[in-house]
């Protein structure tokens, strides 16, 4: 039995929902662009009317929102939440599953180590993250593209797309990580996803109140940031060494407990 292609077989519908989503999303929010853009009223005008601490929860702050690039890297916090809730929940669902359906037995009786299905099982959601992020970056070229008519280089996207990735592999991991350690396999989605709203939340205040800007180092989601990615054109070293720090990390602690614990059967 193969246990990577199994998965990759149960998870199919789910990456082919969440990628058409995302492309409606950028769809619909290209349209809006245009549509702004050619009604002749001032995007950046009309923004301003709102109050300063509603444009940061909003992410609107420190963006031109009549480039096509500002107002991509607006739509880029939607984007990054979209798709680390759809990490976390594959990553704690393709570990904890096999225990809320009571199917551990037909893996385990099996002739096949926990590490092999444990790597098995990360490494179909990992092909799921990588096709959801390939879907997301083509659709997004083509959009920028069209509606842009080419003022976003394809240099800035790319740099967005692989900050985008790392997102998507640290909850991924936070969402196997809980799956692994929680001996109750229900509360390993809730606890995951609550973890990355937290951090997401952190985000949102720190943008309201720049006094907070010490606790950037809480929350991914400040790590690529997308003025910090569009202004630089690269990822900060620092960022990238800490996410794979605590991605190695996740990973240790992961293959540790599930090697080790009591699986419900």
């Known amino acids: 039995m193969n246990i990577y292609l199994r998965e990759l077989k149960v998870y199919r519908k789910n990456v082919i929902y969440w990628s058409i989503g995302i492309v409606l999303l950028l769809w619909a929010s290209m349209i809006k662009y245009q549509t702004l853009n050619t009604s002749g009223q001032s995007i950046s005008e009309l923004m301003k009317q709102f109050p300063q601490s509603i444009q940061a929860i909003f992410g609107l702050s420190g963006f031109d929102l009549t480039t096509i690039s500002g107002y991509y890297g607006v739509m880029f916090m939607y984007m990054a939440l979209m798709v680390t809730v759809h990490a976390v929940i594959i990553g704690s669902d393709i570990i904890s599953k096999e225990e809320r359906d009571r199917t551990t037995e037909f893996l385990f009786v099996r002739p096949i180590s926990r590490v092999k299905i444990l790597t098995g099982k990360i490494a179909a959601g990992l092909t799921y993250l990588v096709i959801l992020n390939l879907i997301t970056w083509v659709s997004s070229q083509y959009l920028v593209d069209y509606y842009g008519k080419g003022s976003m280089s394809a240099g800035q996207l790319a740099v967005m797309m692989i900050g985008l990735f790392f997102l998507q592999l640290i909850f991924y991991f936070v969402g196997v990580t809980a799956a692994a350690l929680l001996r109750r396999p229900k509360l390993a989605g809730s606890v995951a996803t609550s973890v990355m709203l937290f951090t997401f939340l952190i985000t949102i205040f ?13 929350t991914p989601f400040r790590y690529f940031d997308a003025k910090d990615m569009l202004s630089s054109g690269q990822l900060d070293p620092l960022y990238v060494s800490i996410s794979l720090l ?9 293959y540790k407990n599930y090697a080790s614990r009591d699986l419900s059967v």
């Open 206 to 218: 720190i943008n309201v109140n720049d006094k907070l800007s010490d606790l950037k180092y809480l």
């Open 246 to 254: 605590l991605i190695a990390g996740m990973i240790v602690l992961t």
